[in-house]
């Protein structure tokens, strides 16, 4: 997606240690209209899926799939991170590897709210490793739903989550990918 | 909201700890078109009160939060609750207590997302307390930016954050109030 790349290279930073700070419309300041264009690309590929839920991970994911969801009119699921009092037994879990935050975490969905019939679009905002998109495929899985895809806003592409998904066979939209980055100077695979 | 109160009637579980798990809905799974309609509810009280920004913590509230900053045409800031190594430096700083979690928290928000002419709304989906709530008003007045008033789903009016925020002077509406629960029964104080 031109304009999202022509965005990432105008406003967002680059950090040590692989990270892309994007928090002028994205991870935390975030633009709504933006995320609705956004949203639209995932409608475009996705629709012929026929989803019946659209599951993402909290925090910074969370706006990009409700936009969706709205898309869609489908409802939205955001797993948990942590054991919260709010969430009270009949739990899916996965646990993976946050090296955002370079420690374990533990993904939670209430089994009630994801039955096995449900086809799944999974959307989130970055794909770097793929520990959280990891998690939220097991869940599907444990669930007995069926993974419908994964919409990406933004993939590393260098840090090889994305192709990694590619040769299992999951249909993976990512609308930017980066191919590497310095701090002046960010290089995006060409996309169909 | 008279339909917000009957969701909340029919689908909301009141747990141990005072807690009151609106997952089919809002705080887990969540109705996208049901979240504006909420969010059509606070443009018609501070459409007024001319906000430039959205403000909320992650994670829950953000699917209320984007749809208000939808409505006004917005952009949405979301607080984060630890750091992280995506914002570096240049931080506003707000310890708070979470009930929810019963450990303390920092709320995060960087200084060049929010400046000191603007007019922030604050949007929330649960207020109790009003720790979250004291932590994000305190970051506005760190900015030297204005409270337009702050947009609340369900407020637990027995845990009397609401009425201190009133008794301060702020605007605050708060879409459902609860004045009791009990596993069978929930009772909503009239609202005007």
Do not use: W
């Amino acid at each position: 997606m031109r304009q999202l790349e022509q965005r990432i290279s105008r406003e967002a930073t680059v950090l040590p240690g692989n990270i892309l700070k994007i928090d002028g419309f994205l991870n935390h300041q975030v633009d709504i209209a933006f995320c609705e264009e956004m949203a639209e690309e995932f409608y475009r590929h996705f629709a012929k899926t026929a989803p019946t839920k659209i599951l993402t991970v909290e925090a910074s994911g969370i706006v990009l799939a409700a936009m969706t969801a709205r898309r869609f009119s489908l409802p939205m699921l955001f797993a948990k991170k942590a054991k919260s009092d709010n969430i009270e037994g009949g739990l899916y879990r996965s646990e993976i590897f946050s090296y955002t935050y370079n420690k374990k975490a533990t993904l939670l969905v209430a089994q009630n709210r994801l039955d096995a019939g449900e086809r799944v679009l999974v959307i989130d905002d970055f794909l770097a490793r793929g520990e959280a998109l990891r998690g939220l495929i097991d869940i599907v899985s444990q669930a007995g739903a069926t993974l419908c895809g994964v919409g990406i806003a933004v993939e590393k592409g260098f840090q090889g989550g994305g192709d990694a998904l590619r040769a299992q066979g999951v249909d993976l939209l990512s609308l930017a990918i980066i191919d590497s980055m310095q701090p002046n100077e960010i290089v995006f695979r060409e996309l169909d």
